[in-house]
């Protein structure tokens, strides 16, 4: 199981960016369907935190407060990929964003700690400018 995150770069204030996340390897049970994805940030000095995450279940979505209605994550499950689009960005925004993985169950329950995401791709660089 691997993640990629893509689509990172240096923007000013009010732009969008759209981030990918391209998963590759052996899921369980040959489908990512079966597997929530989730969005986090780190900014220089500062714990990694959670940013979205959406559902294998339903494809609901759930965001942090700091990023509800700016932010959209969705996945494309045919192309096994997921998506962060984020609009209107800020300077506070800034941060290395990671796209994470973790094998679901029938709960449908949002996972936001970064503890429950067995898997992990490197890392895409997001900077905005004033």
């Known amino acids: 199981v691997q993640l990629q995150a893509s689509g990172g770069g240096l923007v000013q204030a009010g732009d969008s960016l759209r981030l990918s996340c391209e998963t590759s390897?052996?899921?369980?049970?040959?489908?990512?369907?079966?597997?929530?994805m989730g969005w986090f940030r780190q900014a220089p000095g500062t714990e990694r935190e959670f940013v979205a995450t959406i559902t294998s279940a339903t494809d609901s979505t759930y965001y942090a407060d700091s990023v509800q209605g700016q932010f959209t994550i969705s996945r494309d499950s045919a192309r096994n990929m997921a998506y962060l689009q984020m609009n209107s960005l800020k300077p506070e925004d800034t941060a290395v964003y990671y796209c994470?993985?973790?094998?679901?169950?029938?709960?449908?329950?949002?996972?936001?700690?970064?503890?429950?995401?067995?898997?992990w791709g490197r890392g895409t660089q997001v900077t905005v400018s004033s």
């Open positions: 390897g052996r899921p369980y049970g040959g489908t990512w369907r079966k597997y929530d």
């Open positions: 994470a993985a973790r094998l679901a169950y029938s709960d449908n329950a949002f996972y936001t700690a970064k503890t429950e995401y067995p898997y």
